[in-house]
């Protein structure tokens, strides 16, 4: 009889873990699906208008051009840090206020950096931002993720009417809910990568001011065309919908200028086929940071990107993807100071603007302050 017992009470147990067990399981699939920060899912109908526009997109995924992993084997190589100092600051960036372009100024160029990879590019008389990313974590819920260590002095109210928000690929350090949510009433059109147009939609955002493209294609708006290029990446907002959207870099050109934005990228051929169809370029704004030996594929380091700048042979360079959140355990200012350092007797010079500062590129040699040697 005692056996019986306990037999029962063990399976009491058992019982009990099974059912805490299923319990967890429902409630994060709940979450999963009613969570709007994760986005949508494509359509049957999506799924074949991604086939037939896109040649990297088949049984439900895209796929990167040649070898790539998210993670490989190092061997235990070593990445060829300069900088001494931590992953995070230990003292406040200098930051400063925005000097936008007025609308007067459409013969000129103009980009101010928020930090990582949003930067609002002002050219052909119109305002162009790209990967806008102003929330404290860069995570689906706030207060858990990578917290960011700079911030802004603007804050999105202050932000110029938007002609084109331009979104490189899903992830959350580049397309954030909350930031899209509170700017939409500024925005007039959204351009995408093909399957990123439905989380936006999820999000209550009209179909008709959504342009989703492909690799290769071209659309032009108001004089301004946008090149939607490869990139050597991955995407995914959970951890069943890797490869689901698409990832991109970005061509911009007008009668005035040719400019080239990376998006997240790893090294590879890809330069070179843009460079074969674009020719040179005025201005490339190149992913030189979150970079870790053993996701080689994934980022490039900042030698990779300088080199990227030499084969797309522009007349000016600036890093990015940096100095906001610590996504990679490189020292914070070491994308800087090494893509800095590539470019010495190099014939492309580099722009280095503060976060916050509006570089006129008709006047790039005053943005090349090399500021974050006085942070420690």
Same mark, same amino acid.
């Given at each position: ?62 796929r ?8 490989k ?71 858990v ?63 008709? +001011? ?5 690799w290769?294609e071209? !659309?032009? $708006?108001?004089?301004l065309? =946008? &090149?939607? /290029? ?6 995914g ?11 991109a870099?970005?061509?911009?050109k ?83 100071? +090494? ?8 014939? !492309?010079? $580099?722009?280095?603007?503060? =976060? &916050?500062? /509006? ?18």
């Amino acid at each position: 009889m005692r056996i019986f017992y306990k037999k029962h009470r063990i399976v009491r147990v058992l019982i009990r873990i099974l059912i805490v067990i299923i319990v967890i399981l429902f409630a994060a699939f709940m979450f999963l699906k009613f969570c709007p920060a994760f986005g949508g899912t494509a359509s049957k109908e999506d799924k074949l208008d991604y086939k037939e526009r896109a040649a990297n997109y088949s049984d439900g995924k895209f796929r990167n051009e040649g070898d790539f992993s998210i993670l490989k084997n190092a061997n235990g190589a070593i990445d060829n840090a300069i900088s001494t100092k931590g992953s995070t600051p230990n003292e406040e960036i200098p930051i400063v206020e925005p000097t936008y372009l007025d609308e007067s100024s459409s013969a000129d160029f103009s980009v101010t950096w928020f930090g990582h990879s949003t930067l609002l590019i002002q050219m052909n008389g119109m305002n162009i931002l790209i990967d806008p990313m102003f929330s404290e974590y860069a995570s689906p819920v706030q207060l858990v993720g990578s917290k960011r260590f700079s911030t802004p002095l603007v804050s999105l109210d202050e932000l110029p009417d938007i002609d084109v928000v331009l979104i490189s690929h899903d992830h959350y350090d580049h397309l954030d809910y909350n930031t899209i949510m509170d700017i939409d009433d500024k925005v007039t059109s959204y351009v995408v990568p093909l399957g990123v147009e439905n989380h936006l939609e999820r999000w209550g955002i009209a179909s008709d +001011r959504i342009q989703n493209m492909a690799w290769w294609e071209e !659309i032009e $708006v108001n004089g301004l065309t =946008i &090149g939607c /290029t490869p990139a050597k990446h991955y995407s995914g907002r959970s951890l069943t919908d890797q490869y689901a959207t698409l990832w991109a870099s970005w061509v911009l050109k007008d009668d005035d200028f040719q400019v080239f934005e990376s998006g997240d990228t790893g090294f590879g051929n890809q330069f070179e086929e843009i460079h074969n169809k674009y020719g040179d370029f005025n201005f490339v704004l190149l992913d030189c940071a979150q970079y870790d030996v053993i996701w080689p594929d994934v980022h490039m380091n900042p030698e990779e990107a300088y080199k990227a700048a030499q084969i797309l042979n522009s007349a000016v360079a600036m890093p990015i993807h940096w100095a906001a959140f610590q996504l990679a355990n490189h020292p914070w200012d070491d994308p800087a100071e +090494r893509f800095v350092r590539a470019s010495e007797g190099g014939n !492309i010079p $580099v722009v280095t603007p503060m =976060i &916050g500062e /509006t570089m006129k590129l008709n006047e790039y040699m005053k943005y090349r302050n090399l500021w974050w040697r006085n942070v420690d």
